[in-house]
């Protein structure tokens, strides 16, 4: 036993001192020329180690699993305590010594809760993204945590999808961007303690399930897969993001878990990708329901065999592998890569040379939740708030008189931060109603009443709140009280919209307007003739129509994390200007969706801004074609004005550079962020290109009165497309150069590409 006892000691000294000194491959290649085919796939094996799941996890005894080998990876586990002793367990009680690696679903920050992914993307501030993610690594790591299952990147048009709330919106330029810099924000180099590796998902198209649905059919030519779905996980696996995950829908027919084309050959071959692939909760085990394979051995070793490295929860790899390899149905090669991945990540990320890098106590204190963190997530917060309206500049309220707050978002604490906060601490955070009243001291008074449920019907309201409860109450009780406390007020202040579980995984929603008791109490208190401002709390774009026709002010708050309050504070009484814009159009009614501003142009159009019906043309008889609110929209409590366009050429050939500048002004008298945006159509291609597509944007800081020219850079990638292989084609011809603070509203001038037709092969796929 004590001789025992020293060989595993010695085996993980060798290990760790031989780590430090050689380089990844050999370290590799000498490790697993020791290790027996069953700890080669013990290592591809990914279990929830115990608190929090998100499905039925078949197996949760991890401990003894640990020690025999079987496990490579734990995750969901909140405490550097408990994780170091899982960690000791792999490292002093099974037989090679190899460490776990050990994930998290930090979405968006820790402890410190940034805005959802959704509502951050509204701030089109990339620095600040990058931050929040570099914060949420920060916060993480000092907790025992090195992997990340974010950034989530998957392109939504539908907002009935519960986990739009999760991505940065419907358009693949920003959405690259922002991942990109999200998992530059997480992994750095890895080279400190702070940094934790990030996980790209869901690969692929997740976020065009059928009728948004959460987990249905997904289905779309290849020229729109790499058009407008791919490109944020090109750009996250460019970005040298250490592992992806598959998604839990059909490509092509075939589970993206064992999509061989999807992983072998687009991200490995055609992306040259070089992390891990990790499958997502159960979806080997899951490829059975969609009616592929026969048992779980066979879709395992189809799972394994498209790329896939690593098992998440579905037990197929650790129970079926050997047996497919013995009877020859998956090869030594295909274990090999697999464990080489996930062995390298683990080098990477510096676990063999200090398995215990991440379980340093001390840093909880010093990195999480520290008033740093929580200003730039107060910060990050009130740059995600898009003002949608602002009648009779009604906003920002001044710091006097009676204040009422009105709603069922507006004294809770648990929902303030929205959907996915494993590790998120809600006793710590404030409710709307104590952000007002310390923003307010004694200046004015806030009166408060809740008004209603969240939704009149007891049971969907409880089926949406997954442990982030909102009282009930009796709905007329509620709203008789609300509007005798509303009738005392100068002006209304109405918290409202969903709670922070109706978005989010497995929270899609048929109709996506404002819910039936909090739009009756609304109505109610718009009709006692007083101002009202809607916050509209909400994981997704929501129908207003109602709302804008019939309210004064509304700000989209999304759900802005564990300082949304002062960050309300901040932006509604005027001590910050508004400044996100929307990612996402907003419908004026929910049967126009998938809606989105890049659509193609039909055969039929009706012209942008349409006010009837036209028989024959593409268009509904009983609602425009428009968004309510379009894509790029958000006002201020300033105003700009946009010259005209100037283009340093109207023509170009394909090495040209041409600068399209524009003169942007602050015409108001508060000086504020504005987010100037360029927007090209291709006129006339060998296929359908979009009506305009967002190609470059800049976030500017305009003091009152203040002008300035804004230049764009227009080369030959900014006017290419993907064709249904990946390659990239040029194509000559006319393009719409055009550049405005929102989708819709952009000036317009025409350039000429002269010169020659390119493809470039970007790799081969499909084959
Ligand atoms: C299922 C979700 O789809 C995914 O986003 C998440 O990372 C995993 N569960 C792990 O919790």
Known sequence: MKKNIITL????????????????????????????????????NLQVAGDITTGSAQDTQVGGAIADGKIGGVFNLKGADKIRALQEIAVKKSRLGIPLIVGMDVIHGYETIFPIPLG???SWNLEGIENSARIAAREASADGICWTYSPMVDICLDARWGRSSEGSGEDPYLGSLIGAAMVKGYQGDYSRNDNIMACVKHYALYGASEAGRD?????????????????????????G???????????????????????NEVLYKQWKYDGFVVTDYGSIGEILSHGVGEDLKEVSAMALKAGTDMDMCSMGFLTTLEQSVNEGKVSLTDIDRACRRVLEAKYKLGLFADPYKYCDKKRRAKNIYTDENRTAARNLAAESFVLLKNENNVLPLKKQGVIALIGPLGDNRANMVGTWTVAYTPERYSTVKEGLERAVGDKATILYAQGCNVVGDAAVQEAGAFGKPVPRGDDAKMRAEALAVAAKADVIVCAMGESAEMSGESSSRADIVMPDVQQKLLKELVKLGKPVVLLNFTGRATVLTW????????MNVWFGGSETADAIADVLFGDKVPCGHLTVSMPQAVGQVPLYYNSLNTGRPVQSGADKYYKYRSNYLDVRNDALFPFGYGLSYTTFSYGDIKLSSAEMENDDVVTATITVKNTGDRDAYDVVQLYIRDLAASVSRPVKELKGFERIWLKSGQSREISFKIDASMLCFYDAEGNTVLEPGKFDIMIGADSRHVKTTPLILKGSKERVETGRAGE
Do not use: H
Request: net charge negative; proline share 4%.
């Open 9 to 44: 000691v010695f085996s993980f000294l060798v290990l760790s001192l031989s780590a430090q000194k050689k380089p990844m491959e050999e370290f590799v290649s000498d490790l697993m020329s020791r290790m027996t085919l069953q700890e080669k796939i013990g290592q591809l």
């Open 120 to 122: 951050m993307s509204c």
């Open 215 to 239: 987990y249905n059919t997904v289905d779309m030519s290849r020229l729109r897969m790499f058009n407008q779905y791919f490109p944020p996980y090109k750009a996250a696996a460019e970005a």
């Open 241 to 263: 993001a250490g592992s992806f995950m598959t998604s839990f829908n059909i490509v092509d027919g075939v589970p993206a878990t064992a999509n061989n084309w999807l992983i």
């Open 547 to 554: 709302e804008n026709e019939n309210v004064d002010a509304i």
